[in-house]
């Protein structure tokens, strides 16, 4: 018999003469036919596709994969590599989660079918590295093949981050729901501050510990809006108010981030935000060893004063970063912080910091 050919031959008893290929009791073509089944007829006569399995309709949500590649596969405790996961089909929604073994690192957002994490190890060791996509309605979950990455001990020595006055405006957060990332609103959702979105992701690190990751430091943000208010104060008439105010706890890669708004500025200051970090060098709220304050570049300051609202508003602030008593007195303008992005769209920034703050 040729390969793709099949033969079926029904055999049906014609006359009284006995033959061992006769039906027996004998039947006539009609009655063979019912015996058989239309079924076996067509499974006889090859209705099968070539793997042997019938052929069937597909339904359910659409397979995926997911692929797991970091920006390094060594590194120093706590030197930050980024995890890019790409999910296929790249039209897959939703969030991966990456994960260090069995525990989650944190999640991110898939755009356009990739989804990017920045970490960062506090011990030296090899670390298992997975990326798991969690599907959606449309498209089935997945997980990456785990990805090795190798961490040894910092040899790299860092410097204690330059302590910033408090000033006047710090209001000790400790009421539920200051433990929050948007501080753009009041504590109930209302009063949302207004203009360029900043998201700033701080890491803060250990110089006494081969500058390790920290976890576990409770860091305090506040700043005043575009027109250069705070508030929570009385003298601003914002006593009742708690937007731009808020803290974190910092995670397994010393990490927080907060989503925001660059702030504007007021008389005898130039543009920037305080910071206070409470650790095990110095957990109190009003320790000397606690508190600093981040700066923005002066061309970026100066484009927001004279064109982009609501910013210009308020006109060009005469106090810089160069003549401003923190920035060049005290933090020696060591805090400056490197944005990406553009006035429409918003702009992101990561920072360090170094404790015990000098």
Same mark, same amino acid.
Request: proline residues 3%.
């Given at each position: 018999?040729?390969?793709?050919?099949?033969?079926?031959?029904?055999?049906?008893?014609?006359?009284?003469?006995?033959?061992?290929?006769?039906?027996?009791?004998?039947?006539?073509?009609?009655?063979?036919?019912?015996?058989?089944?239309?079924?076996?007829?067509?499974?006889?006569?090859?209705?099968?596709?070539?793997?042997?399995?019938?052929?069937? $309709? %597909? &339904?359910?949500?659409?397979? *995926?994969?997911?692929?797991? #590649?970091?920006?390094? /596969?060594?590194? @120093? =405790?706590?030197? !930050?590599?980024?995890?890019?996961?790409?999910?296929?089909?790249?039209?897959?929604?939703?969030?991966?989660?990456?994960?260090?073994?069995?525990?989650?690192?944190?999640?991110?957002?898939?755009?356009?079918?990739?989804?990017?994490?920045?970490?960062?190890?506090?011990?030296?060791?090899?670390?298992?590295?997975?990326?798991?996509?969690?599907? $959606? %309605? &449309?498209?089935?979950?997945? *997980?990456?093949?785990?990805? #090795?990455?190798?961490? /040894?001990?910092? @040899? =790299?020595?860092? !410097?204690?981050?330059?302590?910033?006055?408090?000033?006047?405006?710090?209001?000790?957060?400790?009421?539920?729901?200051?433990?929050?990332?948007?501080?753009?609103?009041?504590?109930?959702?209302?009063?949302?501050?207004?203009?360029?979105?900043?998201?700033?992701?701080?890491?803060?690190?250990?110089?006494?510990?081969?500058?390790?990751?920290?976890?576990?430091?409770?860091?305090?943000?506040?700043?005043?809006?575009?027109?250069?208010?705070?508030?929570?104060?009385?003298?601003?008439?914002?006593?009742?108010?708690?937007?731009?105010?808020?803290?974190?706890?910092?995670?397994?890669?010393?990490?927080?981030?907060?989503?925001?708004?660059?702030?504007?500025?007021?008389?005898?200051?130039?543009?920037?935000?305080?910071?206070?970090?409470?650790?095990?060098?110095?957990?109190?709220?009003?320790?000397?060893?606690?508190?600093?304050?981040?700066?923005?570049?002066?061309?970026?300051?100066?484009?927001?004063?004279?064109?982009?609202?609501?910013?210009?508003?308020?006109?060009?602030?005469?106090?810089?970063?160069?003549?401003?008593?923190?920035?060049?007195?005290?933090?020696?303008?060591?805090?400056?912080?490197?944005?990406?992005?553009?006035?429409?769209?918003?702009?992101?920034?990561?920072?360090?910091?170094?404790?015990?703050?000098?």
């Amino acid at each position: 018999m040729s390969e793709g050919k099949h033969f079926f031959k029904l055999i049906v008893d014609r006359d009284d003469e006995f033959d061992p290929h006769d039906w027996f009791p004998p039947l006539d073509r009609r009655a063979a036919v019912r015996m058989l089944g239309m079924s076996a007829i067509a499974a006889a006569v090859g209705c099968v596709n070539k793997s042997g399995t019938t052929s069937t $309709s %597909s &339904t359910g949500t659409t397979a *995926t994969t997911t692929t797991l #590649t970091p920006s390094a /596969t060594s590194t @120093t =405790t706590g030197t !930050s590599i980024t995890l890019v996961a790409t999910v296929s089909p790249s039209a897959a929604t939703g969030t991966v989660t990456f994960y260090n073994g069995t525990t989650s690192l944190g999640s991110a957002t898939l755009s356009s079918g990739t989804a990017s994490l920045s970490v960062s190890f506090s011990s030296a060791g090899t670390e298992s590295l997975t990326a798991v996509y969690g599907g $959606s %309605s &449309t498209y089935a979950g997945s *997980t990456s093949s785990a990805v #090795t990455v190798t961490v /040894t001990g910092s @040899t =790299t020595a860092c !410097s204690e981050t330059l302590e910033g006055e408090e000033g006047p405006y710090f209001v000790d957060d400790s009421a539920t729901g200051y433990n929050r990332s948007n501080i753009l609103s009041n504590l109930d959702g209302t009063d949302t501050q207004t203009g360029v979105a900043f998201t700033v992701t701080l890491y803060v690190y250990d110089t006494k510990n081969s500058c390790a990751a920290m976890q576990g430091v409770q860091v305090d943000i506040w700043h005043c809006n575009a027109s250069g208010i705070y508030s929570a104060e009385s003298v601003e008439s914002t006593s009742s108010e708690s937007w731009l105010r808020g803290y974190q706890l910092t995670d397994l890669n010393g990490m927080v981030q907060f989503v925001t708004i660059i702030p504007g500025w007021y008389a005898g200051r130039t543009t920037h935000i305080h910071l206070r970090l409470r650790s095990t060098y110095d957990s109190s709220s009003t320790g000397g060893t606690n508190t600093m304050q981040f700066f923005f570049d002066q061309t970026l300051i100066d484009t927001l004063a004279t064109s982009v609202s609501p910013y210009s508003s308020e006109g060009t602030n005469p106090t810089t970063n160069a003549s401003d008593h923190v920035y060049t007195g005290e933090e020696d303008g060591t805090t400056l912080m490197t944005l990406s992005g553009s006035t429409s769209a918003g702009y992101t920034a990561t920072a360090k910091v170094y404790l015990p703050i000098a």
